[in-house]
T-cell receptor, first 114, second 114 residues
Framework: AQSVTQPDIHITVSEGASLELRCNYS??????LFWYVQSPGQGLQLLLK??????LVQGIKGFEAEFKRSQSSFNLRKPSVHWSDAAEYFC????????????FGQGTELSVKP | NAGVTQTPKFQVLKTGQSMTLQCAQD?????MYWYRQDPGMGLRLIYY???????DKGEVPNGYNVSRLNKREFSLRLESAAPSQTSVYFC?????????????FGPGTRLTVL
């Protein structure tokens, strides 16, 4: 079955510390992978996406993610977290023949300590 | 250019009542989607419309109907609301469903069914 797992429901980091949010997927086809951020009461904003090629992708707001096919993972990273990064983060997977549909992970809520 | 708009922003219904959630996009996108977001479950696809005049079921279609009124508008109807339909509903649109290009989410409709 196709699925996306975000093992961490909630993570707290100190401002200025590095961040890594985990995402694992199970998908039969070659996956397209996405990370979204959702601020409280808001819709989803695309941070970055991976389709093919270089396995390290850069996104907006200083985020990057690395696709590791052998581990079925697409972890999101940021070298130095800012207080404004506090939000919920969703990993999602799609594919070329999926008509634009997405399967989402459960989400990881990020809190930032001053 | 307003992107994806949803109305209403909030709604409270009693069990058995009906209502229609409205979604419109002004980006001339072909494909539109309805997702629901529940705590700890991420977003799940309810229905989607690959192009004007077509609609298809997603992962959780039971209790819902949709109408792709024209290229701009894609509405979601609850004929007889149930407490299990308490959720936040997001509409999304995509310019190219093969490549997921120009993908945007609306701000959401928060629905409570008593």
């Amino acid at each position: 079955a196709q699925s996306v797992t975000q093992p961490d429901i909630h993570i707290t980091v100190s401002e200025g510390a590095s961040l890594e949010l985990r995402c694992n997927y199970s998908y039969g086809a070659t996956p397209y992978l996405f990370w979204y951020v959702q601020s409280p009461g808001q819709g989803l904003q695309l941070l970055l996406k991976y389709f093919s090629g270089d396995t390290l992708v850069q996104g907006i707001k200083g985020f990057e993610a690395e696709f590791k096919r052998s581990q079925s993972s697409f972890n999101l990273r940021k070298p130095s977290v800012h207080w404004s990064d506090a939000a919920e983060y969703f990993c999602a997977v799609g594919a070329l023949n999926q008509g634009g549909k997405l399967i989402f992970g459960q989400g990881t809520e990020l809190s930032v300590k001053p | 250019n307003a992107g994806v708009t949803q109305t209403p922003k909030f709604q409270v219904l009693k069990t058995g009542q009906s209502m229609t959630l409205q979604c419109a996009q002004d980006m001339n996108h072909n494909s539109m989607y309805w997702y629901r977001q529940d705590p700890g479950m991420g977003l799940r696809l309810i229905y989607y419309s690959a192009s004007e005049g077509t609609t298809d079921k997603g992962e959780v279609p039971n209790g819902y109907n949709v109408s792709r009124l024209n290229k701009r508008e894609f509405s979601l109807r609850l004929e007889s609301a149930a407490p299990s339909q308490t959720s936040v509903y997001f509409c999304a649109s995509i310019s190219d469903r093969a490549t997921y290009n120009e993908q945007f989410f609306g701000p959401g409709t928060r629905l409570t069914v008593l």
